[in-house]
Each structure stands twice: as structure tokens, then as C-alpha cells.
């Protein structure tokens, strides 16, 4: 069975600074995709970033980039230019290759942002 | 365009109660997913129906069911609450023909049981 980890509970990150968010899986398959949510107070879960795993390329949404590192089935996320708004619960996620399937989510990081 | 909509916002029931809750997917999604996101465990992926059939089931009692009506709609019920059953129950719906799929959420029903 895929499980994933997120071994970091809580972080903290000054405004405007950079913070790295870690997240290792686990799988037998070679086809799936990693995604990033972000849950904030309103309970909201909104995607972040997404990563095929049969893409070298690193994914990039404007402050945010992932480090999809397959072969250590790590995929980490960081926010550049943090800002107080990214305070939120972050969670990772895989899914299963092919058209649909649902989601197996970490347990969640989250970030505090401090001004 | 309306995003993903869930009812009611907060559920209070006592113990052996049954509970229905009700999820609206973004129009022309065919797909809805229900996650229990239970405080300490994190979100569980409770069950997946497109087209109005189940297509998998997370590791949960039978206690734990739905539907999904021929508009996309759907419904999770869960019989018999038990204290544990107390929880975020959040829904998400994605089309059925994109290569990615991606899932977008409702902000959830709170569950609680006394």
C-alpha cells in the first residue's frame, strides 16, 4: 500500500523569507502524481502544486517549486518571499497513475508565517 | 461558476444517530471523493463514486455509505455514529476526462457526535 510522510508537524518562517517543506512516499508503482494542498482556518483545502512522476522537470506556481526527487521518493515544497497569508496547513498527497483515483494525504505540516 | 458546495456546515447528533450529509460537485464534474479529516489522523479517504456507481471504498465499516444521484450529487451517510466518528468530513469532485484529474474541495461538514 502507498503511504506518505510528512515528518515535520510544524514550521515557522519569517516574512519574506524561504521555507522547505518535506514529504517522502512510498510506492511500487512508476506511474502516479504528487500534489501539495494548503488547508488555512476556513478548512478550504486548495491545490498548491502538482508533479507527474514521469516528468524530470521540477513544477513551478509562481512562489512556489517542489523538488521531485523520484528515485528517493522525496517531493518537498518551498515558498519563496513568504508571506502571511501562506500561514496554513500544508498537506502532501499521491495518487495512483491513470485518469482518476483518490488521494492518500500525509499527516500535514503546518507553517506559520511571522511578520 | 460555483465551486465544489457541501451541507450543512456543522452537524450535531448524539450517539447512534445517523447522520446524512450532502455534497454539490462543480458542474460538469462527474467524480466525487469523500475524506474524513479526523483531529491527529489526518485526511482518510472514506469513498470514491463517478457516473453515479462506487468505484472504491477506503478501509472503513459499513456504517459508512453514500450515493450519488444522476446529477453528480452525492451524499455520505454514516448509521449508528459512534464518538470517533466525529470529524471534518470534506468532499471533493474532479472531472472525468483530464489526464491529471485534480480534485477540488468543499470546506466541509463538521461532524460532531455527542
Known amino acids: 500500500a502507498q503511504t506518505v510522510t510528512q515528518s515535520q508537524p510544524e514550521m515557522s518562517v519569517q516574512e519574506a523569507e524561504t521555507v522547505t517543506l518535506s514529504c517522502t512516499y512510498d510506492?511500487?508503482?512508476?506511474?502516479?502524481?504528487l500534489f501539495w494542498y494548503k488547508q488555512p482556518p476556513s478548512r478550504q483545502m486548495i491545490l498548491v502544486i502538482r508533479?507527474?512522476?514521469?516528468?524530470?522537470q521540477n513544477a513551478t506556481e509562481n512562489r512556489f517549486s517542489v523538488n521531485f526527487q523520484k528515485a528517493a521518493k522525496s517531493f518537498s515544497l518551498k515558498i519563496s518571499d513568504s508571506q502571511l497569508g501562506d500561514a496554513a496547513m500544508y498537506f502532501c498527497?499521491?495518487?495512483?497513475?491513470?485518469?482518476?483515483?483518490?488521494?492518500?494525504f500525509g499527516k500535514g505540516t503546518k507553517l506559520s508565517v511571522k511578520p | 461558476e460555483a465551486g465544489v458546495t457541501q451541507s450543512p456546515t456543522h452537524l450535531i447528533k448524539t450517539r447512534g444517530q445517523q447522520a446524512t450529509l450532502r455534497c454539490s460537485p462543480i458542474?460538469?464534474?462527474?467524480?466525487v471523493y469523500w475524506y474524513q479529516q479526523a483531529l491527529g489522523l489526518g485526511l482518510q479517504f472514506l469513498l470514491w463514486?463517478?457516473?453515479?456507481?462506487?468505484?472504491n471504498r477506503g478501509n472503513f465499516p459499513p456504517r459508512f455509505s453514500g450515493r450519488q444521484f444522476p446529477n453528480y450529487s452525492s451524499e455520505l451517510n454514516v448509521n449508528a455514529l459512534e464518538l470517533e466518528d466525529s470529524a471534518l468530513y470534506l468532499c471533493?469532485?474532479?472531472?472525468?476526462?483530464?489526464?491529471?484529474?485534480?480534485?477540488?474541495f468543499g470546506a466541509g461538514t463538521r461532524l460532531s457526535v455527542l
Open positions: 508533479q507527474e512522476a514521469y516528468k524530470q
Open positions: 458542474s460538469g464534474h462527474t467524480s
Open positions: 510506492t511500487s508503482e512508476s506511474d502516479y502524481y
Open positions: 463514486y463517478d457516473e453515479g456507481e462506487e468505484r
Open positions: 498527497a499521491y495518487r495512483r497513475g491513470g485518469s482518476q483515483g483518490n488521494l492518500i
Open positions: 471533493a469532485s474532479s472531472k472525468g476526462d483530464s489526464l491529471i484529474n485534480i480534485q477540488y
